[in-house]
């Protein structure tokens, strides 16, 4: 290899590593939270330029990325990623609950949890291993689920309820409480095309004016839940979990994770707390009885219990008094 050569192996390795560090800052300015987008993008250099390879979430990142490569080698850039967009179908959940994993393997972590029905986007890739799909979920959550557990759907997807308590389909199929539903007539229906009876409290319409009274009440239904991470429903929840349930089952759709449901409502003082209040602690959070009192699913206790800020309760937790952070409001006083 003559001088020249060696020069211009320097310049493509000078330019890659340019082209790398620019799809960093990219990555971290536009799709900074892989729970929610996918910038999996690496260059290659070529004779001709640089090529960048992966999977991005939109169009959008890909534009991003090839400008931000171009600006930064100011060689030519081509694309051989794989927009998730465009490999986007609509499919459903047959299972009670399906786990949704970081990575394609079942011994992967359980990062959330999706429920029967609920409408899902797949992008049927699948990656290397086809017995998984990537998916987005309904709160806008990025995973990996057993292929196994979704169906196309079978209804028009259109919901007008929620179901409130845990209950069971004409099939035989678990239906916990969280679930989308559509009420007609006296029958519930789903995405998969089963359906159940409209049995008095076991759905609702979502609530005009919800309160925070009503979002402790389905919080209190899960006391005693085994504390699962990731879970969402009786069988085992989290803490987040079990805020998004609570929420949800009063037409409000929180942010799946506790630092993400921490930016939701206004902020409230903590001698000021009413029920449905969101107390937040590091990595956890909790939902106000009002007053002293909160209710949430604590690791420490491995279930969901009640505790209290007041040292002369015995339900008083020491640690979490000291490390409590800000609370949040999510449904205005009235």
């Not at 919800?210 to 991470?229: K, M, N, S």
């Amino acid at each position: 290899m003559d001088q020249s050569e060696r020069a211009e192996v320097s310049e493509r390795m000078d330019d890659g590593h340019r082209a790398l560090l620019a799809l960093q800052r990219c990555r971290t300015r536009y799709a900074p939270d892989e729970r929610v987008s996918v910038f999996d993008v690496t260059p290659e250099s070529t004779a001709n330029g640089i090529e960048l390879r992966g999977s991005v979430s939109t169009t959008r990142l890909e534009r991003e990325a090839r400008a931000a490569v171009k600006r930064a080698t100011d060689r030519a850039v081509t694309s051989d990623l794989e927009v998730l967009d465009d490999v986007r179908t609509e499919r459903t959940v047959s299972r009670p609950v399906a786990p949704v994993r970081g990575e394609p393997d079942g011994e992967a972590e359980q990062v959330t949890q999706v429920l029967y029905g609920a409408q899902i986007e797949a992008f049927d890739s699948g990656g290397e291993d086809e017995n998984w799909s990537r998916v987005l979920t309904p709160d806008g959550y990025l995973g990996w689920v057993n292929r196994d557990a979704l169906v196309p759907v079978e209804t028009d997807g259109k919901t007008n309820a929620v179901v409130v308590r845990d209950t069971v389909t004409e099939g035989g199929e678990a239906v916990y409480a969280g679930t989308d539903c559509r009420i007609e007539g006296s029958d519930i229906h789903f995405r998969t095309g089963e359906h159940a009876t409209a049995s008095a409290g076991v759905v609702q319409r979502p609530p005009e004016n919800p309160t925070g009274e009503a979002v402790v009440e389905i919080a209190r239904e899960f006391l005693g839940t085994e504390y699962d991470w990731g879970g969402m429903t009786t069988d085992g929840i989290d803490c987040s979990g079990l805020a998004w349930v609570a929420y949800r089952v009063n037409g409000i759709t929180l942010p799946r994770d506790a630092d993400q449901q921490r930016v939701m409502g206004m902020s409230v003082e903590r001698d000021e707390l009413l029920p449905g209040d969101l107390l937040f602690f590091p990595g956890h959070v909790a939902v106000s009885l009002g007053g002293d009192e909160y209710v949430h699913a604590y690791g420490g206790a491995e279930s969901v219990v009640i505790n209290s800020f007041d040292p002369d309760d015995d339900a008083y937790l020491e640690d979490l008094n000291e490390k409590f952070e800000l609370a949040r409001r999510v449904i205005p006083a009235t």
